[in-house]
């Protein structure tokens, strides 16, 4: 059976046939015109998909493309059920429209062998919604030394495959792997010790594959799981930062990720949370939403694209924090305080932007800082108290912005750890407020 039939066919593709030839056609022609440009993939964990149905991977990709991200990774490891997942995904992107997709195997799960691997590509290599650049179908994935530049070589071969995987361990050999087309830094994104993020990895790499380095933005980590118990600093407006030291290298770059929409396990989640699909003993997801930091990232995508910031063009008060103080101890966690704790800072922090000069009050608890700024964005921090957070925003006299969430307290003594950052946003239409994303939803933006 051809990959084009596997794709095609009413009974596994409901929706298959509501794309013309001459649509793929278009599809694919498009992609070719475009090479050269910049490009923003999303990361997505199909692992992380147990429950979906093609319903809601209509509802995951219809939202990834508002978004303006140009392609979807879906991360695949070896579950039996997850091929399944990666039709459904298809399909859904095919309704949806422009969205495009590639596979991102996992190989710390995964198989590591070609066959496995050119055979999940080239079913899906014909799908008018599969990435491509200059009609190579791209091809991703998270380790991979395992098949060695032999093995990537016959990938390539097999599929006539564009090649951007991270693989570890090649720093000082990468002219030993030249069937890469490109190779993306993955950990580039967080910082890896008790300093803010900077770009010396970014360089570093670059400095070794120049126009073959691709790289990361993500907005936290933290896992605590009893076999994997970590922090990285996601203090000092981490994703804000990260985009704007991605904006000052866009001339080097065509390839950025963001990580992710939906790994529960680790944080960095910028999706709706799925409470269904979260790996089993994640305590500190539900009731943490994060797609403000999706909706804010917004603005960077657009410029990191275009080459210029534009003007603000709407009041939003973007704001984040985590939950307890990093020096607290819990009274039941059985797992313990995670590494890196001690990296973290208690403060509140926002990104505000401004349409015009005015004045922001940040509170939480007895804590508050007011600060008088003017129109673009400004990035703000306060101290961390016991008790709920406030934001305000005054000009000319009037309050544009007063929001308190109801499902965020700051607590001087958590029963578990919880590293996490609860992630809200309150802007501005008119005289009336209106919430972000998971406001409304309901329910913290848990599906």
């Known amino acids: 059976m051809s990959p084009r039939s596997l794709w095609n066919k009413p009974a596994d593709n409901p929706i298959a046939s509501l794309h013309s030839a001459s649509d793929i056609a278009n599809a694919e022609f498009q992609l070719e015109q475009q090479a050269g440009a910049k490009y923003i993939f999303m990361h997505h964990i199909v692992g992380s998909v147990l429950s979906y149905t093609l319903s809601s991977w209509l509802s995951d990709l219809a939202a990834i493309q508002s978004y303006g991200i140009d392609a979807v990774a879906l991360n695949i490891g070896s579950d039996s059920w997850q091929p399944q997942q990666l039709f459904n995904a298809y399909a859904a992107a095919q309704a949806v429209g422009s969205i495009k997709l ?37 091809i991703s994935s998270f380790l991979g030394e395992c098949l ?35 190779w993306l830094c993955w950990s580039c994104a967080w910082p890896e010790g008790n300093y803010e993020k900077n770009t010396s990895d970014d360089d570093y790499y670059y400095s070794q594959l120049g126009s073959r380095f691709s790289t990361t933005v ?8 009893s076999w994997k118990n970590l922090y990285y600093r996601g203090d000092d407006w981490l994703l804000n930062n990260r985009w704007e030291q991605l904006f000052n290298m866009r001339d080097r770059l065509t390839f ?83 590494a890196g704790w001690d990296w973290a800072t208690d403060n509140m922090w926002a990104a505000v932007f401004s349409t015009a000069p005015a004045t922001v009050t940040l509170r939480c608890g007895s804590s508050s800082t007011t600060t008088t700024i003017g129109a673009g964005i400004t990035k703000l921090s306060a101290p961390l108290s016991a008790g709920q957070m406030t934001v305000t925003m005054e000009r000319a006299g009037q309050t544009i912005i007063d929001y308190t969430p109801a499902d965020y307290t700051y607590t001087l003594n958590p029963a578990t750890y919880n590293y996490n950052a609860w992630v809200g946003s309150a802007r501005v239409v008119g005289t009336t407020p209106t919430l972000q994303w998971r406001d409304r939803l309901g329910d913290d933006g848990v599906r």
Not at 165 to 172: K, M
Request: proline residues 8%; hydrophobic residues 35%; charged residues 10%.
């Open 102 to 138: 590639f596979i991102s195997f996992d190989y710390s799960s995964f198989p590591c062998s070609v066959d496995s691997t050119v055979d999940l590509v080239n079913q899906f290599a014909n799908h008018p919604n599969q990435f491509k650049i200059n009609g190579a179908p791209f």
């Open 148 to 182: 060695g530049n032999s093995g990537w070589a016959s990938i390539k071969s097999q599929t006539n495959g564009y090649l951007m995987p991270f693989i570890e361990g090649l720093e000082g050999k990468f002219d030993q792997w030249p069937s890469l087309d490109s």
């Open 256 to 338: 950025i990720e963001m990580a992710t929409w939906n790994d529960w396990g680790e944080s960095h989640y910028m999706g709706p949370i799925h409470t269904a699909d979260q790996p089993t003993g994640t305590t500190w997801v539900n009731g943490f939403p994060h797609t403000a930091w999706m909706d804010m990232s917004v603005y960077y995508m657009n410029a990191f694209k275009s080459g210029v910031y534009a003007p603000v063009t709407s009041d939003v008060i973007y704001f984040w924090a985590r939950p307890h103080p990093a020096a607290a101890t819990a009274s039941s966690d059985g797992v313990g305080k995670p």
């Open 218 to 225: 993500s907005p936290a980590f933290y896992t605590h799981y």
